[in-house]
């Protein structure tokens, strides 16, 4: 499907895969999401890219406070300090079950939330090729701080928001693009 959708055309495994490793991330735990979410998806989030924790039950855990805007050192700060002897307040709204079946491999295939190996915290990064240097300030940094927290385990999971070869036509019809550029998302 090599047809530009929306300004932005399909994006391969490979071409996801090669994209992370010119930028010299990491390129495991990669995911996408299933086209029937898509939209719900990028509603949720808000702006790309995003992140969401959950603790070991798989609680949504907000790193923002009630009422607070999105700051981009809030997430980097949040990840340095957590640590299993920490109560934090969680929300009953979001769960990482619910998200995980949302997710599906790049390519295509859906995963078991069963999969997961056990962590003491989940961080789902949501990012998309079409933000560029975003990716590279927050993403990387976010996986980063994982990587420095030794206090906890943090399993880190990349999902990747972008249009998918291997949704068919009828799928991307179906999650609303008709090809014009009104649509949402572009």
């Known amino acids: 499907m090599g047809k530009t959708l929306l300004g932005v055309k399909p994006k391969t495994q490979q071409q996801l895969v090669s994209y992370l490793e010119k930028r010299d991330f990491d390129t495991n735990n990669l995911y996408s999401i299933g086209f029937e979410y898509f939209s719900e998806v ?34 980097v700060n949040f990840i340095q300090k957590l ?25 295509g295939e859906e995963i078991s939330f069963n999969q997961l190996p056990k962590a003491d915290f989940y961080i789902l990064a949501y990012w998309s090729t079409y933000v560029k240097t975003l990716n590279k300030m927050y993403v990387k940094e976010w996986e980063k701080q994982v990587k420095l927290n030794d206090k906890v385990t943090i399993h880190f999971i990349k999902v990747n928001c972008d249009i998918q070869t291997w949704w068919t036509p009828e799928q991307l019809e179906k999650a609303g693009f008709n090809g014009k550029k009104s649509d949402k998302y572009r």
């Open 83 to 107: 640590k299993n002897e920490e109560t934090y307040r969680t929300v009953d709204s979001l769960s990482l079950k619910e998200e995980f079946q949302k997710l599906r491999t790049l390519g």
């Open 42 to 75: 990028h509603q949720s989030v808000g702006g790309l890219p995003a992140m969401r924790i959950f603790n070991d039950k798989g609680d949504y855990i907000p790193y923002l406070a009630e009422n607070e805007t999105s700051c981009s050192t809030k997430p």
